[in-house]
Structures are given as structure tokens and as C-alpha cells.
């Protein structure tokens, strides 16, 4: 059995409320309920040349896969970054002089949680657009602040950041652990960069009692987000064998980090306590992603937002070139662009408010030019571009219907949602929608539409960022799901498969069906 079939056997026999009966286990290419048939017939006449987009089958397996190697934006880039290799992707270093070529597959991280990946088409030629679906890696979580060891009543405890805009009641009561990275001295004096993640549960914030607080179903669980947050780690023991005391030149007689906490990472980095430099992690729920639903029809899983639109953005480009000739009548660059901190602004070296998607623009532009030089290449490939915002949609309440514009109410199973605001909190104008709304017209692919009742806030993307960055055509679409921001949200199965085959039928057709209108002509 192969091990990622007893990893997901094992993840279906776990203990939760979601747990799958044996009988139910389907295997990774049969894992809808009812099968939607996708025509890849044209709805053009064939002179349009428009490219049959041809897929695997689910990709349900494998999303609940990644799903559960990616605890921290960290982890999600790096089992990207593994997928990428195994394609045929050239990893690149930021650092290094470029030597790229038309039909070449190549990728770079920054900072470990963004990630940029494209595949260049065979008849590429100077000024020919970009063809990127860019989502991001991070989801509201909790943190370990700096300094986190405290002691409360006779127990030690985790002090936590709150990251992002989360549903911090659903933290309560749940079984966390640690994750993210570390950075280890190496046996040479160097300084290694790994990742760490401790799947057993190590932590819990605890709600009060009932008995204690007789108000709270009437008056709200309205938790303090500084003192009530705080994480049980242990019992506290004899302070001489569990926080031995500083050296005499440091500053202070208490630890940054609790001696357990950190005896229990050196064991899952094979190192010593001593050998641990610096510490950046994240706060995890330890249920594991899986089917859910009376007919298995959902997802249910932390970190949806955005993971699975990352997933499902980087299957479409690893699928859409795999083989040999699929680049052979390309001319564009097809691209996707993985993010960090989309959930607090964007606002970081990783995050897409830097300019880290332009720059590798810029750069295979001038890479690709070699002796041509031709008047404002770059700017002339982002005018034929095309940026697809992918990021998660809120699907209708059914228990909260009201909370939804009345003929804008997204629901599970039917398509991606197109994402329109008129203050430009999301990307889409009525051109871009159209182009992606005619990619799904033309593969038999529903769509969906949302705008924000006018009596509420919008929330916004990575879209409005990046169209701004350099003018780049962008529309903003989602899959739907339910729970947003919870600690465990839900999504549609079939809506996973339809966004996959829509970010494939993108890159197969979008040059196709952009070369037919004309605008600023």
C-alpha cells in the first residue's frame, strides 16, 4: 500500500467527529459523489484553435494531502517547492544570475513562505504575456509572542500573538501543538534553516466553566484576547529541573521559552537545546483535514483560506505542462505566485506587497531578451498580461441568509465565485470578469458571482495590490466555503476539482479567447 493511501486510511480511522466509516474510503481518483461530467468540447468553431484542456481526474486526495503537510506558511511552500521538483521545475536563487529558455519550467522561493513558479512557452517571444493565478499561504492563527514562557496558578503556560483576523472562540477547547521554524547552529558554526512541526497535541486555551460564568450563552463568549488567549502547556514541576537558571551575564533570570517546550523541539529537530538559535512559530489545530458530510461532499479543514486555492492553482500549472509538448504552441509565460501575509496586509518582503512577482517579470523578460533589446519590453508583456486573484469566497449561510445580497449568494458546488466590488476592493472589472466568465463558457465550467450587500464592509485581496503594482489586468475569484476564518472551515468537494479545472483551462485558453477583443484600439 502505497503511503500516501495508509496516511489517508489513518487520517479516516482517526478519532473525530468527522470520522469515515471503512466502507465510505474512496480512492483519490474517484472521490465524488456525483460526478460532473466537464465537456472539453469548444463552444467556438474549431478554427479558434482552442486548446482541450485534459485532466487526471480529482485532485481531492491529494489537496487533503497537502492539506495536512502544511501547518505554517512554511510548511506549505515547502511541500510546494517538493512538488515543483518532482515535476521537472528548475529551482532558481534569487541571488544568481538567471539563464532561462523558451519551453523551460523553473521556480524560487522567498523567505521560505512565498513562493513563484512559471513555465515558459516554446514560442515565446519579447513582449508576449504572463499568463498567473496568485493566491497566498497564510491564514489567521495564533503565535508564540517573543517571549512566551509565563507561569499561572501552578501551570505553565504558552503567552500568543493573535495573527490576522481570526474566530478566536474557536480556538478554545481544541488540541493545538507547535509549528513553523527554526533556526539551528550548525556542527561547523553555520546557521541552518529547518522546519518543525509537533503532531502530537501539546496544547489547549481552556473555556470557563459554565458553572462560572452562568451569563455567557445569553451575553456572548467575549474572551480577552491578551489574558484569556494565554495556552496550558504543563503542570508546573520543581523550577531546578524544568527552568534552569540563566548564566550570569544574561539579562534576566526567567527563560524566553519554557525548558519543556524547548526540550521537546530539540527532539524533533535531532539537535540540542543549546544548538536552537531563534524560534518563529505557529499555533496548530491537530484534527486532521478529511471528508466530511453525510454523502462526503465536504471538506472539511483548517487553513482552507487559502491553501486550497494555492493548491489547486499549483496542480494547474505542474498539470498544464507536463508533457513534453505542452509548451510547443505556447507563446505566453504561464506563472503562479504564492504569497505570505495576505492576512494582515500584504505588507512584507514576502508578502505581494513587495514587488517580488514584477521583478521575476522583469527579470525573464531581460533574461529571454539576450541580444535583442526592444523598446519597454516589460512594460509591453504586462499589457498582454493576465492576473487571475485567486482567494477564498464566502459561500451563503443557511442561517444567515440576510447576511448575503439577495441575488448574489454563492453556494457550494456550483463554480468559482467572481468577485466584484465598485470601490475596487477586489480587482474585477466588467472586462476581466468577462474574459474568465468566457475561459468557463467555452470548457463547460459554472461560475458563480459576489458583491457585498451595501450596508456592509468589504473585505478585500491580493488583487487590488497587485493590479495597481504595474496595471496588470486582474479579476478576483473564490472558492465558496463556509466557517471562514474559524479555526476548522468547510468547503465543497466538486468545487475543488472545478477550480482546478478552470485555473487549466486558463492557461490553456486565455491567449485564445484574449485575442479576440479589442479595447484600447
Not at 110 to 117: F, I, P
Not at 237 to 255: I, R, V
Not at 323 to 335: F, G, I, Q, T, Y
Request: hydrophobic share 35%; net charge neutral.
Amino acid at each position: 500500500m502505497a503511503a500516501t493511501t495508509l496516511s489517508r486510511l489513518q487520517l479516516l480511522h482517526s478519532p473525530s467527529p468527522t470520522n469515515i466509516r471503512p466502507s465510505l474510503i474512496l480512492s483519490k481518483f474517484h472521490l465524488h459523489h456525483t460526478p460532473r461530467k466537464f465537456s472539453t468540447t469548444p463552444l467556438c468553431s474549431t478554427s479558434d484553435h482552442i486548446p482541450q484542456v485534459k485532466t487526471k481526474g480529482s485532485i481531492v486526495g491529494d489537496l487533503l494531502d497537502y492539506l495536512n503537510e502544511s501547518w505554517t506558511p512554511f510548511h506549505a511552500t515547502a511541500e510546494a517547492k517538493r512538488k515543483l521538483i518532482a515535476a521537472g521545475f528548475h529551482l532558481l536563487n534569487e541571488n544568481d544570475e538567471w539563464e532561462l529558455k523558451p519551453g523551460g519550467r523553473y521556480f524560487f522561493t522567498r523567505n521560505m513562505s512565498c513562493l513563484v513558479a512559471f513555465a515558459i512557452g516554446d514560442k515565446y517571444s519579447v513582449g508576449s504575456g504572463f499568463h498567473i493565478v496568485a493566491a497566498h499561504t497564510d491564514s489567521p492563527c495564533l503565535k508564540l509572542k517573543p517571549k512566551s514562557a509565563s507561569s499561572k496558578s501552578g501551570y505553565l503556560m504558552v503567552n500568543v500573538q493573535t495573527y490576522g483576523g481570526g474566530l478566536w472562540h474557536t480556538w478554545f477547547d481544541r488540541d493545538l501543538s507547535v509549528a513553523g521554524r527554526v533556526i539551528v547552529r550548525g556542527s561547523d558554526g553555520s546557521f541552518l534553516h529547518k522546519l518543525v512541526k509537533v503532531k502530537r497535541p501539546l496544547l489547549r486555551v481552556p473555556t470557563l466553566a459554565i458553572h462560572l460564568d452562568r451569563n455567557v450563552n445569553k451575553d456572548g463568549f467575549k474572551p480577552n484576547l491578551e489574558t484569556h488567549l494565554v495556552a496550558l502547556l504543563a503542570t508546573k514541576q520543581e523550577e531546578a529541573s524544568l527552568e534552569p537558571k540563566e548564566k550570569s551575564n544574561a539579562s534576566s533570570s526567567k527563560p524566553v521559552h519554557h525548558s519543556l517546550l524547548m526540550q521537546i523541539l530539540s527532539e524533533e529537530l535531532s539537535c540540542d537545546i543549546d544548538d536552537i538559535i531563534s524560534i518563529e512559530l505557529n499555533i496548530c489545530d491537530t484534527q486532521p483535514s478529511c471528508l466530511g458530510g453525510a454523502n462526503n461532499e465536504f471538506i472539511f479543514s483548517g487553513r482552507l483560506d487559502n491553501l486550497a486555492s494555492s493548491y489547486c492553482a499549483l496542480r494547474a500549472l505542474i498539470d498544464s505542462c507536463e508533457s513534453p509538448a505542452a509548451l510547443s504552441n505556447e507563446h505566453a509565460v504561464r506563472m503562479v505566485a504564492l504569497f505570505d501575509n495576505e492576512e494582515v496586509g500584504s505588507g512584507s518582503c514576502q508578502g505581494a506587497g513587495a514587488p517580488t512577482m514584477f521583478q521575476s517579470i522583469r527579470r525573464i523578460v531581460g533574461s529571454l531578451a539576450h541580444e535583442y533589446v526592444g523598446e519597454n519590453a516589460f512594460e509591453r508583456a504586462i499589457r498582454q498580461s493576465f492576473l487571475v486573484s485567486a482567494d477564498m469566497a464566502h459561500g451563503v449561510h443557511p442561517n444567515f441568509t440576510e447576511k448575503h445580497e439577495e441575488h448574489h449568494r454563492p453556494e457550494m458546488h456550483k463554480g468559482l465565485v467572481i468577485k466584484h466590488n465598485a470601490n475596487q476592493r477586489y480587482a474585477t472589472s466588467g472586462l476581466t470578469a468577462f474574459l474568465f466568465k468566457e475561459i468557463a463558457k467555452i470548457h463547460n465550467l459554472p461560475t458563480q458571482e459576489f458583491v457585498v450587500r451595501n450596508d456592509m464592509g468589504c473585505g478585500s485581496t491580493i488583487g487590488p495590490i497587485l493590479a495597481s503594482g504595474v496595471g496588470i489586468r486582474t479579476v478576483d475569484c473564490g472558492i465558496p466555503q463556509l466557517s471562514m476564518h474559524s479555526v476548522r472551515e468547510i468547503c465543497g468537494k466538486e468545487d475543488i476539482d472545478i477550480a482546478y479545472q478552470h485555473f487549466m483551462a486558463f492557461y490553456h485558453s486565455f491567449s485564445s479567447i484574449d485575442r479576440k477583443l479589442q479595447v484600447d484600439y
